[in-house]
């Protein structure tokens, strides 16, 4: 783990400290018949390198400053044990920006992503600065102290960044005391340049960098992790906990509707006529509901790259996983490109069709008999005495629920419904592209349906 950041910081406050110091002037050549000059007098970083002061004195040690002039630098950084707080604190703020439109680039009035920012406390020091003002005569001194010492009384507010998750920007300038010469009397045979020295005090924080996290959507919540045992990795994904069991909840219990290729996003109260009970797919019921406002409480939709994750429906672990698009015509719907890799694996060869025996038969509703044809039907055929037979399929006894194969001299039963009532099997209608699962009791669509809250998520 790389250990070295550096941001700057105290160099951000050495800025504000020039700032407010960076703009005072001084009058030169009062008359009665012209106005004054004005002069700016310029302020320094005095802490200068021997290397950058020589170039600075012009390689010569008989150099002086110009003045007026003033010059700043740190005399000390004290640890400020009188401000210290919990040292192990973190502070998060949830943070959503507008989506930002890179084609345009302007900031759209829909969301973007969000993110949550983890800051750890910072620590505090007591920063001592003292501020020299090179004076060439009294007068000049006057005029500079004046402007100054009006700011601080006793203090003068700063502001080291703009960044509003920047909990350590605020600070305050302090004058502390002020030495108002750098002469002694008697002065001796030489003339120094007078420099009075305006001691300042910044109390300030030294932060960590800060964590962030982009925020996605709660999949599920348990709310009891241990059984029996205190077991919690065997007990997160057990259904059945000793102290409760698991509770799964959706942002404003919305449930999600999956026919074909087209998610419909509904409320809790919405009524689906047919969910996941059988191999016919439930109507698309009225709703006003838009994905849209559904998607934009969360973070920034990105088509082919969002996320639509619906939990398996029948008691695996698996997820069903697939991209998501706004449907063109209708921003009720989303369009999902299901990962194959992520459906159910067949256990069975896939049937031709579902049908009713009784109204279709080969050559009857249905192509001519052929070698490997194979059919999931809904009703019982003959019987074992097979006194009625029905003459398109033969000699064939079959329950509802089996399918059936035409071996090429005559229809079997391949899967008997009323044999396998323990294992769970899946097969596809090449007509109609869906999957099918036999729960043991019954066919059902493996995955198409709908999805109650909790069993479905959207990763952004």
Do not use: C, H
């Given at each position: 783990?790389?250990?070295?950041?550096?941001?700057?910081?105290?160099?951000?406050?050495?800025?504000?400290?020039?700032?407010?110091?960076?703009?005072?002037?001084i009058e030169y050549g009062r008359t009665n018949s012209q106005d004054a000059t004005l002069v700016r007098v310029p302020i320094r970083y005095g802490d200068a390198s021997r290397q950058v002061q020589n170039i600075l004195q012009d390689n010569s040690a008989n150099s002086l400053p110009s003045t007026p002039l003033m010059t700043f630098y740190i005399t000390d950084m004290m640890y400020a044990r009188e401000r210290l707080q919990d040292p192990y604190f973190v502070s998060k703020a949830q943070v959503r920006q507008r989506f930002y439109d890179t084609d345009t680039n302007s900031y759209e009035t829909t969301q973007g992503n969000a993110f949550t920012i983890e800051r750890l406390m910072p620590v505090p020091y007591k920063m001592s600065i003292n501020l020299d003002i090179w004076t060439s005569n009294t007068q000049q001194k006057f005029q500079i102290f004046e402007q100054i010492s009006t700011l601080f009384n006793p203090s003068l507010e700063i502001?080291?960044?703009?960044?509003?998750?920047?909990?350590?920007?605020?600070?305050?300038?302090?004058?502390?005391?002020?030495t108002w010469t750098s002469?002694?009397?008697?002065?001796?045979?030489?003339?120094?340049i007078d420099i009075m020295t305006m001691k300042f005090s910044i109390p300030i924080w030294i932060s960590s960098p800060a964590k962030v996290k982009k925020l996605g959507v709660i999949e599920k919540i348990i709310a009891s992790v241990?059984?029996?045992?205190?077991?919690?990795?065997?007990?997160?994904?057990?259904?059945?906990?000793?102290?409760?069991?698991?509770?799964?909840?959706?942002?404003?219990?919305?449930?999600?509707?999956?026919?074909?290729?087209?998610l419909q996003v509904l409320k809790q109260s919405a009524v689906?006529?047919?969910?996941n009970t059988s191999v016919i797919l439930p109507d698309n019921p009225p709703s006003n509901e838009f994905w849209p406002a559904v998607i934009g409480m969360y973070g920034g939709f990105r088509p082919g790259i969002t996320q639509i994750r619906l939990d398996n429906m029948w008691g695996s672990d698996d997820q069903i996983i697939g991209t998501v698009s706004y449907d063109p015509i209708d921003e009720r719907f989303l369009l999902i490109d299901i990962d194959p890799d992520t459906l159910p694996q067949n256990t069975l060869l896939p049937v031709d069709a579902v049908i009713d025996p009784l109204l279709s038969g080969p050559g009857s509703g249905l192509p001519a008999a052929v070698a490997g044809q194979r059919?999931?039907?809904?009703?019982?055929?003959?019987?074992v005495i097979n006194s009625h037979p029905a003459s398109a399929w033969g000699q064939l006894v079959a329950k509802a629920n089996d399918v059936i194969e035409y071996d090429g001299t005559m229809w079997v039963v391949t899967f008997g419904s009323t044999t396998n009532t323990q294992n769970i099997q899946y097969v596809t209608n090449i007509t109609t592209g869906l999957q099918y699962l036999w729960t043991g009791s019954q066919w059902v669509k493996s995955y198409e349906g709908l999805y109650t809250a909790g069993n479905w998520s959207i990763v952004l």
């Open positions: 783990m790389q250990s070295y950041f550096y941001d700057e910081q105290i160099r951000r406050f050495l800025l504000q400290f020039t700032r407010i110091f960076s703009n005072f002037q502001q080291s960044t703009d960044n509003y998750l920047d909990w350590t920007s605020l600070s305050v300038v302090d004058l502390d005391n002020v002469r002694t009397i008697p002065q001796g045979t030489e003339n120094p241990f059984d029996a045992n205190g077991d919690a990795v065997n007990a997160i994904t057990d259904s059945d906990l000793l102290l409760g069991t698991r509770q799964k909840f959706t942002p404003y219990m919305y449930s999600t509707l999956l026919i074909g290729n087209k689906v006529d047919q969910p059919y999931l039907i809904l009703e019982d055929i003959g019987s």
